[in-house]
Nanobody, 117 residues
Framework: QVQLVQSGGGLVQPGGSLRLSCAAS????????MRWYRQAPGMQRELVAS???????YVVDSVQGRFTISRDVGKNTIYLQMNSLKPEDTAVYLC???????????WGQGTQVTVSS
């Protein structure tokens, strides 16, 4: 079992920045990658960024150049640094862990990010 606990998020004005954190605990050796998803009201859940166990990263085109995924191995924590935020970035953001079997078995509790003036 893996537990994911998120922190960060909130209300920010357009152009502002936020950082989300996701701390993993438990059987983390079984994790192949960690991911950030987001889901806006009435929209499908969207993959935003991912980082693999060896450290390779991916961010979706819509946030390229504005969002950065990183990790602190010693703290078993991943981060999503979000800069130049836009109203369309408003969503619930969730972290997830992909197991070595390719399944997304573990999810954080979700955190609301609202970009509004």
């Amino acid at each position: 079992q893996v537990q994911l606990v998120q922190s960060g998020g909130g209300l920010v004005q357009p152009g502002g920045s936020l950082r989300l954190s996701c701390a993993a605990s438990g059987s983390i050796r079984g994790i192949n990658s960690m991911r950030w998803y987001r889901q806006a009201p009435g929209m499908q859940r969207e993959l935003v960024a991912s980082i693999t166990a060896p450290g390779s990263t991916y961010v979706v085109d819509s946030v390229q150049g504005r969002f950065t995924i990183s990790r602190d191995v010693g703290k078993n924590t991943i981060y999503l640094q979000m800069n130049s935020l836009k109203p369309e970035d408003t969503a619930v953001y969730l972290c997830a862990a992909e197991t070595i079997y390719g399944t997304l078995d573990y999810w954080g509790q979700g955190t609301q990010v609202t970009v509004s003036s």
